[in-house]
């Protein structure tokens, strides 16, 4: 496993929309190992290939607390098939955005189809910080971040920001 540099804005790489993985192989499964020791190191929740400047439509998700046994959650070629009228607020964050975090409201709960590790079809229902986290991370492989929910003058002011440190070789 390796711990991967992780793609920050205004990298353009971040708004590439991601293309499906064909089959679920041994790569496959490099990929994912890599993500996995690349979002524990950040810390973080999620993560998606296009982080670590790949462009394949693979996630991974750990909610578990540091005092808790680790608990993996690998998603390939995910699909929302159904999202709740009821919305949720939640506190975003964002990796690729580091130290900025704002209020986003979207659909409370999820369905959604995807591949596992194994390449086997399975179908999952999620709400709460989990139904948030997955939106967040199918964004990235669409190439929209949390900022894009936000007023356009508060979204050109953490591009202005981001894009002054990437000058000065503070990122
Ligand atoms: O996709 C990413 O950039 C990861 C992001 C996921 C996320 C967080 C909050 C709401 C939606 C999606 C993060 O993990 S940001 C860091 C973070 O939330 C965190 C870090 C350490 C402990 C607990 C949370
Ligand atoms: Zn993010």
Request: charged share 30%; hydrophobic share 40%; aromatic share 6%.
């Amino acid at each position: 496993m390796t711990i991967r540099d992780i793609v920050k804005l205004p990298d353009p790489m971040l708004r590439q929309v991601s293309k499906p993985i064909a089959t679920v192989d041994a790569d496959t499964r490099r990929l994912l190992d890599d993500m996995l020791g690349t979002m524990y190191d950040a810390p973080g929740i999620g993560l998606a290939a296009i982080q670590i400047g790949v462009p394949l439509r693979a996630i991974v998700i750990d909610l578990a607390k540091e005092t808790e046994e680790k608990k993996p959650l690998f998603l390939i070629n995910p699909e929302v098939v159904w999202s709740s009228e009821e919305q949720s607020d939640y506190e975003e964050g964002c990796l690729s955005i580091p130290d900025y975090y704002d209020m986003v409201t979207r659909p409370a709960e999820v369905k959604l189809r995807y591949r596992d590790r194994q390449g086997e079809a399975q179908e999952l229902h999620a709400n709460g910080i989990l139904s948030t986290c997955i939106q967040h991370e199918i964004d990235h492989l669409n190439g929209v971040l949390f900022i894009d929910y936000l007023s356009k003058l508060k979204r050109d002011r953490v591009v202005k920001k981001f894009a002054k440190a990437q000058k000065l070789g503070k990122l």
